[in-house]
């Protein structure tokens, strides 16, 4: 390390306990998408401690904290922690107020941000470092409370349900040159995160049918419970129809519907990802789903309304690791942590990361410190130091190597990236993507009536 690298692992040293006490906050205060008010203004907080002026509502609860005035000449590069949680409410540290957890570790990417920026804000490290730095805190990664983000979209108040999507849309990113992104990986020290990922679509289902006494005029009602019943199976059949290849992943839940055991229900409302590798296998997939359903509700009498958002776009691999391959291994070189486990297959999970790649080159790396299964109530921190202070410093180091000597690492990223769209076809896309289909009840008369 030069001297400047051991500076910033100086600092970053020297504020683990704060750096650590972020983090456990954030994991004990979790939040849903676009509901992140008090994580957003604890990060805010931060940012002003070490003399920034952060913006805030983009994306509803999204900042943007710059290192250096905005118009900074040479590229900026984004340094993105997610604020977002899971509405995994029976998980032991989970917020009574919210409901939400952090079985996903975003907390720890927030906390590993917090911390580098209070190594990258010294005055001396920051003069050595070409372009500038833009410390963002992003909501609404996690592709849940789908209801609640609908209705935003109703009322003209978001465009996405994804964070990092909305943030492209209202033009966060347009000053945005290269991003620097983190992801929790239980079971290895770090890693590099650099692998292709599924797309999908999100589908909200609502079947609508007529309610009727279920034991003594059961043929005077429309069970809508029915209809979903049948629409999960018809999607089951559909499983042989998916190429191999495609990595088609097709999941579900139903959300709401039914009132009582005795009546018949008319109305149920159901969740859907359709997930696959490609944008043309998940519109393939996504279009046996919706037949699908309105088979069922054609079998049923049942009316049904599919609405579709779009979702996240499959990652793009960057073919630079150089910078994040060095400090990976310097962080081995210290003898305490040396488990490393790189994620370069793909992936058929999805997150709005693959956006941002879509647009511009994504450095991304994971680190641990937690045990359990990610997205599932047994996640638990195991290694404070790992999780917060481990990644503060990959965060800083990556960050600092990419932008020293005028920016020259950052800048050959910049060049040697294809973006694969535009903004303005990304958006077009997107937006292709979100439409409403209505199949009016076609109910028969009743017998006797």
């Not at 006490?21 to 998408?33: K, P, S």
């Not at 509502?57 to 590229?75: F, M, N, R």
């Not at 990595?247 to 359709?274: C, E, K, L, P, W």
Request: hydrophobic share 40%.
């Amino acid at each position: 390390m030069d001297k400047i690298e051991q500076k910033i692992c100086d600092i970053i040293e020297s504020k683990k306990d704060e750096i650590m006490a972020f983090g456990r906050d954030i994991f004990c205060h979790a939040e849903l998408g676009y509901k992140e008010k008090r994580t957003s203004g604890r990060f805010v907080e931060e940012m002003e401690k070490l003399g920034m002026s952060p913006e805030t509502g983009y994306a509803i609860t999204g900042v943007k904290s710059y290192l250096k005035p905005k118009g900074t000449e040479g590229p900026t590069l984004a340094v993105i922690g997610e604020m977002d949680a899971l509405p995994i409410p029976n998980h032991p540290d989970a917020w009574s107020e919210t409901g939400a957890s952090h079985c996903c570790g975003h907390n720890a990417q927030l906390a590993g941000v917090v911390g580098a920026a209070m190594a990258l804000a010294d005055p001396e490290v920051a003069a050595a470092m070409g372009g500038n730095l833009c410390f963002m805190a992003v909501p609404a990664e996690e592709f849940v409370d789908m209801e609640f983000k609908n209705q935003l979209m109703k009322e003209g108040k978001l465009g996405y349900g994804g964070g990092k999507c909305e943030l492209i849309r209202v033009g966060a990113f347009d000053d945005i040159n290269i991003a620097l992104g983190h992801h929790t990986f239980p079971g290895a020290d770090y890693g590099i995160y650099n692998n292709s990922s599924n797309g999908f679509v999100n589908k909200t289902v609502t079947f609508k049918g007529r309610a009727a006494h279920a034991a003594s005029e059961p043929h005077e009602g429309i069970d809508a419970l029915n209809a979903a019943t049948a629409a999960m199976v018809n999607i089951a059949l559909q499983q042989e129809s998916f190429r191999d290849e495609d990595t088609v992943r097709v999941h579900g839940f139903i959300s709401g519907g039914g009132t009582a055991v005795n009546v018949i229900a008319d109305h149920v409302t159901m969740q859907y990802s359709v997930r696959a590798k490609t944008p043309e296998a998940y519109k393939d997939a996504a279009a046996k789903v919706d037949r699908s359903l309105k088979a069922a509700a054609m079998a049923t009498g049942c009316g049904v309304t599919i609405e579709t958002m779009a979702g996240y776009m499959s990652n793009v691999v960057n073919p630079h690791t150089e910078v994040l391959e060095s400090v990976l291994d310097d962080i081995a070189a210290e003898g305490k942590y040396t488990k490393r486990r790189d994620l370069l297959e793909h992936s058929t999970g999805s997150d709005d990361f693959g956006d941002v790649a879509t647009l511009m080159p994504l450095v991304h790396f994971s680190t641990g410190g937690y045990v359990g299964n990610l997205h599932n109530p047994d996640v638990r921190v195991e290694d404070e130091y790992l999780a917060y202070v481990i990644t503060a410093k990959i965060f800083a180091l990556t960050a600092y190597r990419l932008m020293k000597d005028g920016a020259a690492k950052a800048k050959e990223n910049i060049a040697d990236y294809k973006p694969v769209m535009t903004k303005e076809e990304y958006l077009a896309f997107m937006d292709s993507m979100q439409h409403t289909e209505v199949v009016e009840p076609t109910p028969l008369p009743i017998v006797g009536k």
